[in-house]
């Protein structure tokens, strides 16, 4: 059965850094674009970035261009989001999904349960 999990969220002051992990079980991630997700209390959620599922192709949300980058090593079936000049509009539970295609596309095939980021000094 295929696993999502998510890690690496925390308390980070403002300006910090954080990088997640998107770490799959039960299936090879390299088949699958997979997306970044974030959704704060009272908020809708907010779709952060997507990155192909060769890798090639990586984009982000205006509220975190430049800031955030997403990876993938597809030798440890894992997929990471590097969080740079983090800000308390950061905060929030970040999740994972996997698209069975090239890009994230239709509806999601898996997802994580997130983890939370919190920005405060």
């Known amino acids: 059965q295929l696993q999502l999990v998510e890690s690496g969220g925390g308390l980070v002051q403002p300006g910090g850094s954080l990088r997640l992990s998107c770490a799959a079980s039960?299936?090879?991630?390299?088949?699958?674009?997979i997306g970044w997700f974030r959704q704060a209390p009272g908020n809708e959620r907010e779709g952060v970035s997507c990155i192909s599922s060769s890798g090639r192709i990586a984009n982000y949300a205006d509220s975190v261009k430049g800031r955030f980058t997403a990876s993938r090593d597809n030798a440890k079936n894992t997929v990471y989001l590097q969080m740079n000049s983090l800000t308390p509009e950061d905060t929030a539970v970040y999740y994972c999904?996997?698209?069975?295609?090239?890009?994230?596309?239709?509806?999601?095939?898996?997802w994580g349960q997130g983890t939370q980021v919190t920005v405060s000094s």
């Open positions: 039960g299936v090879t991630l390299e088949y699958y674009a």
């Open positions: 999904q996997a698209y069975y295609t090239n890009y994230c596309s239709g509806p999601a095939n898996y």
